[in-house]
T-cell receptor, first 112, second 117 residues
C-alpha cells in the first residue's frame, strides 16, 4: 500500500529554524498536508500544498515539495517553545478516494 | 476554519460494555467522515470512511461488527465500540470533509480517549 515516512524526533533551540522532512510513495498524490498534534488533543491543520506547487509560505511556515523525489518538508522559522508538538505529514489522492495517509509523526522538542 | 466536535473527550468503561462516540460538524455539512485510531506515540490508523446515507467502508483488518459506524445525517457520525475489551483502549479521532472532493480540508475533532478496564 501507499506509505508516508517521517523521522521520529527533532530537537532545536528556541529561535532557530526547524525543518521536518517527509517522504511518500504515492506518485498520484494530489494534496500533501502538515498537521500539528499537541498532547491529548486532536489534529490541527497547519498548511497544505497542491502537488503542482513546489513551495508555499504562510507566516513562519514554509512548505517545500519535490515531486520528483516525493519529498516534502516543513520549515518553521523562529521556533518557539509553543511549537513543541508532534507534526504529521499526510497525503491524499484520487486513487485513495480522498482519505488521508499519515506518516508516523515527528516529535519536535524546542529547548529554551 | 470549520469546527468538528467530538464527544466525549474521555470515557472509561468496563470490559464487555459498549461505548458510543459522536462526531459532529458544527458549521458545515459533512458528506464524508473518517474515523481514526491512534496508539500512544504512533500515527493515525484509518479505521473506516463513512458517507452520509450509506454503509461505512472499513479498512482491512478492522472488524465492522465490533466498530459500528453510523452516519445518519450530514452533521453527525457515531462510532460504537461494542463489547469493549482492554485492547480497545486507545485514542479515537474523527475527521469530516465537506465534499467528496480530494483536497478539500478535512477537519479533525479533538479526539476521545477510551480506557477499558
Amino acid at each position: 500500500g501507499e506509505d508516508v515516512e517521517q523521522s521520529l524526533f527533532l530537537s532545536v533551540r528556541e529561535g532557530d529554524s526547524s525543518v521536518i522532512n517527509c517522504t511518500y510513495t504515492d506518485s498520484s498524490s494530489t494534496y500533501l498536508y502538515w498537521y500539528k498534534q499537541e498532547p491529548g488533543a486532536g489534529l490541527q491543520l497547519l498548511t497544505y500544498i497542491f502537488s503542482n506547487m513546489d513551495m508555499k509560505q504562510d507566516q513562519r511556515l514554509t512548505v517545500l515539495l519535490n515531486k520528483k523525489d516525493k519529498h516534502l518538508s516543513l520549515r518553521i522559522a523562529d521556533t518557539q517553545t509553543g511549537d513543541s508538538a508532534i507534526y504529521f505529514c499526510a497525503e491524499s489522492s484520487y486513487n485513495q478516494g480522498g482519505k488521508l495517509i499519515f506518516g508516523q509523526g515527528t516529535e519536535l522538542s524546542v529547548k529554551p | 476554519g470549520a469546527v468538528v466536535s467530538q464527544h466525549p473527550s474521555r470515557v472509561i468503561c468496563k470490559s464487555g460494555t459498549s461505548v458510543k462516540i459522536e462526531c459532529r460538524s458544527l458549521d458545515f455539512q459533512a458528506t464524508t467522515m473518517f474515523w481514526y485510531r491512534q496508539f500512544p506515540k504512533q500515527s493515525l490508523m484509518l479505521m473506516a470512511t463513512s458517507n452520509e446515507g450509506s454503509k461505512a467502508t472499513y479498512e482491512q483488518g478492522v472488524e465492522k461488527d465490533k466498530f459500528l459506524i453510523n452516519h445518519a445525517s450530514l452533521t453527525l457520525s457515531t462510532l460504537t465500540v461494542t463489547s469493549a475489551h482492554p485492547e480497545d483502549s486507545s485514542f479515537y479521532i474523527c475527521s469530516a470533509r465537506e465534499e467528496r472532493v480530494v483536497g478539500t480540508e478535512a477537519f479533525f475533532g479533538q479526539g476521545t480517549r477510551l480506557t477499558v478496564v
